[in-house]
T-cell receptor, first 111, second 115 residues
């Protein structure tokens, strides 16, 4: 499949461990954030979102944490599985503007 | 409910040619955004259409244009292709798009190769 990013930061985790993927966003006025997963040859897939009036949101096996003080977003994946191997992007949106995407992190799950 | 569809999936063109890519959003979604994805630059916003009007535009030259039809389907056009236009072009749809906290859903993309 196509390479999404040849020189992305890579996080390698053992299958079954928890993963934490970090993202520093740029605009302190951003009020909505999304995490996407992109597998080789596919478009980004929505994972979870969070609004700026929250600091934590949980989904199935995933948790997003938002720290507005330091403009930091993280995605936690519990019990990481081989199918979680992909590139993960955070995206921020400022009311009335378009989404801005981070550079992405490649997650590699080791057997 | 069917997802976002893009056609064609793969395209090979030569420098100087022009190309048109198509995107059909999720049924009921009225906002369509286009992105260019390259290994070097990542995901970059091209433009967004809502109700047949361009509502937001990224920092791309005028060779990149788009339009939206009354059924919310959208096309983007790139004229006078350059080698650097080789990329994965992604379309994303949402209910009403920018201005509200509205989730975007992506299509599989069109892989454009310019020779």
């Amino acid at each position: 499949g196509e390479s999404v990013g040849l020189h992305l930061p890579t996080l390698s985790v053992q299958e079954g461990d928890n993963s934490i993927i970090n993202c520093a966003y740029s605009n302190s006025a951003s009020d909505y954030f999304i995490w996407y997963k992109q597998e080789s040859g596919k478009g980004p897939q929505f994972i979870i979102d969070i609004r700026s009036n929250m600091d934590k949101r949980q989904g199935q096996r995933v948790t997003v944490l938002l720290n507005k003080t330091v403009k930091h977003l993280s995605l936690q994946i519990a019990a990481t599985q081989p199918g979680d191997s992909a590139v993960y992007f955070c995206a921020e949106n400022n009311y009335g503007q378009n989404f801005v995407f981070g550079p992405g992190t490649r997650l590699s799950v080791l057997p | 409910k069917a997802g976002v569809t893009q056609t064609p999936r793969y395209l090979i063109k030569t420098r100087g040619q022009q190309v048109t890519l198509s995107c059909s959003p999720i049924s009921g979604h009225r906002s369509v955004s286009w992105y260019q994805q390259t290994p070097g630059q990542g995901l970059q916003f091209l433009f967004e259409y809502f109700s047949e009007t361009q509502r937001n535009k990224g920092n791309f030259p005028g060779r990149f244009s788009g339009r939206q039809f009354s059924n919310s389907r959208s096309e983007m056009n790139v004229s006078t292709l350059e080698l650097g236009d080789s990329a994965l072009y992604l379309c994303a749809s949402s209910l009403v798009g920018s201005g509200l906290t509205d989730t975007q859903y992506f299509g599989p993309g069109t892989r454009l190769t310019v020779l």
